[in-house]
């Protein structure tokens, strides 16, 4: 599809429709089966990086886009501060598109970092020049690929891991990451003890190590 | 070698949800970015995330938000500013903490340096602290709680040392001594939650230790 000669010039309105919707249709063909969803988002991403592929970019905004506005939403943002950071979100996926490794991320886990930095990085921003998404991060260490253990990436996995927790887990793992709250607030919130949250929290991670990596440290 | 001092469980989750603050952010990342275990448990922790935010119901974008992202993507980036080097006997860290260790860097007293990493000027709510070999910090406590990551040389503190890469809590029920260990400086990267002055506080700690 990279050759298919939309990926140069400037696009008008009707042509970025139109890449909208052979994006789309290109999407639901590479979709199915739906097992494989995952592995064909990160396959657009690197797409991104091989070819400045602007129909794989397409697909890729199209389902992230409104997940990643829907997410900030979720943690407060104001619709517009969501839509443009969403609108950020997606640029930096181009962008950064080189760095992405399919092998050590999901698309999902991969944009969801992106997002998740942006947001931190914007409480800052009024005062202070933009960092970069990654700037609060230190990146993997190419030198020691024998210390880093494998984490599952595949994304059915991941869902069956947080639909196997307690329900009682699940709601403080949901919490912490969508409430944009201290564990003291979500204590408050379900009116328990805050050690409790905490104990939940842990419970949950040590469930989630043992579903993603096999450890039962 | 890999950390021995992990941050607990659920402050990864803070850092893995975005809930920590940028300043103890950049400690927890500094340890994490050389800590096999804690690495994994925030890789744990992403795919988590990324699993929750694929699964929320999408809320649709402006009807311009396509064509404006196509159009932004053909411009041309701005031209990323020349990677700091980590000074080569250092964990690697982020980025504005070496903009600090650069820009920043005052001496509070003889054989202590303070470089303000983050927070308002004057207000420092993360700093990194350098202090020559074989100094002791004075006793002292904590107003607030503070995260300490060793970047560089080690510290050893109620017995347990403290080198490259290691993680520390310290709250108000923390009464301690550090002292430097081993023939090189320690410079640890700091943060607080009460804001700090750091150069003052630190001046003010070692004042009568060295008679400033
Ligand atoms: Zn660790």
Same mark, same amino acid.
């Given at each position: 599809m990279?050759? #298919?000669? !939309?990926?140069?010039? #400037?696009?008008s309105?009707?042509?970025?429709?139109? %890449?909208? @919707?052979?994006?789309?249709?290109a999407?639901i063909?590479t979709? @199915?089966?739906? /097992?494989s969803?995952g592995?064909d988002?990160?396959?657009l991403?690197? =797409?991104?990086?091989?070819?400045?592929?602007? %129909?794989?970019f397409?697909?890729?905004?199209e389902?992230?886009?409104?997940?990643?506005?829907?997410?900030?939403?979720?943690l407060?943002?104001p619709?517009e501060?969501?839509?443009?950071l969403?609108q950020?979100a997606? %640029?930096?996926?181009?962008? /950064?598109?080189?760095?992405?490794d399919? @092998?050590?991320?999901a698309?999902?886990t991969?944009?969801?970092?992106?997002?998740? @930095?942006l947001?931190?990085d !914007?409480?800052? =921003?009024e005062s =202070?020049?933009?960092?970069?998404?990654?700037?609060?991060e230190?990146?993997?260490?190419?030198e020691?690929?024998d210390? #880093?253990?494998c984490?599952a990436?595949?994304e059915?996995l991941?869902?069956?891991?947080i =639909?196997? !927790?307690?329900?009682?887990?699940?709601?403080?793992?949901?919490?912490?990451?969508?409430a944009?709250?201290?564990h003291?607030e979500?204590?408050?919130?379900?009116g %328990?003890?805050?050690g409790?949250?905490?104990?939940?929290?842990r419970l949950?991670?040590?469930? !989630?190590?043992?579903a993603l990596?096999?450890?039962?440290? | 070698?890999s950390?021995k001092?992990h941050?607990p $469980?659920e402050i990864?989750i803070?850092?893995?949800?975005g809930?920590?603050d940028?300043?103890?952010r950049?400690?927890?990342?500094?340890?994490?970015?050389v800590?096999?275990?804690?690495?994994r &448990?925030v &890789?744990?922790?992403?795919?988590?995330?990324?699993?929750l935010v694929? $699964?929320?119901p999408?809320?649709?974008?402006?009807?311009?938000?396509?064509?404006?992202a196509?159009?932004?993507i $053909?411009?041309?980036q701005p031209?990323q500013?020349?990677?700091? +080097?980590?000074p080569g &006997?250092?964990?690697r860290?982020?980025?504005p903490v070496?903009?600090?260790?650069?820009?920043?860097?005052?001496?509070?007293?003889?054989?202590?340096w303070?470089?303000p990493?983050?927070?308002?000027?004057?207000?420092?709510r993360?700093?990194l602290?350098?202090i020559a070999?074989?100094? +002791?910090v004075?006793?002292?406590?904590?107003r607030?709680? $503070?995260?300490?990551?060793?970047?560089k040389?080690?510290?050893?503190? *109620? &017995?347990?040392?403290?080198?490259?890469?290691?993680?520390?809590?310290?709250?108000?029920s923390v009464?301690?001594?550090?002292?430097?260990?081993?023939?090189?400086?320690?410079?640890?990267?700091?943060s607080?939650?009460?804001r700090l002055?750091?150069?003052d506080w630190?001046?003010?700690?070692? *004042?009568?230790f060295?008679?400033?």
């Amino acid at each position: 599809m990279s050759e #298919s000669g !939309l990926a140069t010039g #400037s696009e008008s309105r009707s042509d970025a429709r139109r %890449l909208r @919707n052979v994006a789309a249709r290109a999407l639901i063909a590479t979709a @199915n089966p739906p /097992r494989s969803t995952g592995a064909d988002l990160s396959a657009l991403i690197v =797409r991104v990086a091989e070819n400045h592929d602007r %129909l794989a970019f397409t697909a890729l905004f199209e389902h992230f886009a409104p997940r990643v506005k829907s997410y900030l939403l979720r943690l407060g943002a104001p619709p517009e501060a969501a839509e443009e950071l969403a609108q950020e979100a997606l %640029l930096t996926v181009w962008r /950064r598109a080189p760095s992405y490794d399919p @092998n050590k991320a999901a698309a999902s886990t991969w944009i969801f970092t992106i997002a998740r @930095n942006l947001r931190i990085d !914007l409480a800052r =921003r009024e005062s =202070r020049p933009a960092l970069t998404p990654d700037a609060t991060e230190v990146a993997d260490a190419p030198e020691q690929p024998d210390q #880093s253990v494998c984490v599952a990436q595949d994304e059915i996995l991941i869902a069956e891991a947080i =639909r196997r !927790l307690p329900a009682d887990q699940a709601q403080v793992v949901k919490l912490a990451f969508f409430a944009d709250k201290a564990h003291s607030e979500i204590a408050d919130e379900l009116g %328990l003890p805050l050690g409790t949250v905490k104990s939940r929290l842990r419970l949950a991670m040590g469930r !989630l190590r043992t579903a993603l990596t096999g450890i039962t440290a | 070698m890999s950390p021995k001092h992990h941050p607990p $469980e659920e402050i990864l989750i803070d850092y893995a949800t975005g809930a920590l603050d940028l300043h103890a952010r950049l400690v927890v990342a500094g340890h994490v970015g050389v800590c096999p275990l804690c690495r994994r &448990d925030v &890789d744990v922790l992403n795919a988590v995330g990324g699993t929750l935010v694929a $699964e929320l119901p999408p809320v649709a974008l402006a009807d311009d938000a396509l064509p404006r992202a196509l159009a932004r993507i $053909e411009r041309p980036q701005p031209a990323q500013a020349a990677r700091l +080097k980590p000074p080569g &006997d250092w964990i690697r860290v982020p980025e504005p903490v070496l903009a600090a260790a650069e820009r920043h860097r005052r001496w509070a007293a003889p054989g202590v340096w303070v470089a303000p990493v983050t927070g308002r000027p004057g207000r420092a709510r993360s700093y990194l602290l350098g202090i020559a070999a074989g100094m +002791k910090v004075p006793r002292h406590t904590h107003r607030g709680t $503070e995260f300490v990551c060793v970047l560089k040389g080690a510290y050893v503190d *109620q &017995d347990q040392r403290h080198a490259p890469g290691d993680f520390a809590l310290n709250d108000d029920s923390v009464v301690h001594q550090p002292t430097i260990t081993g023939d090189s400086e320690c410079v640890c990267l700091i943060s607080a939650t009460n804001r700090l002055v750091p150069r003052d506080w630190v001046g003010a700690l070692f *004042q009568p230790f060295v008679g400033i």
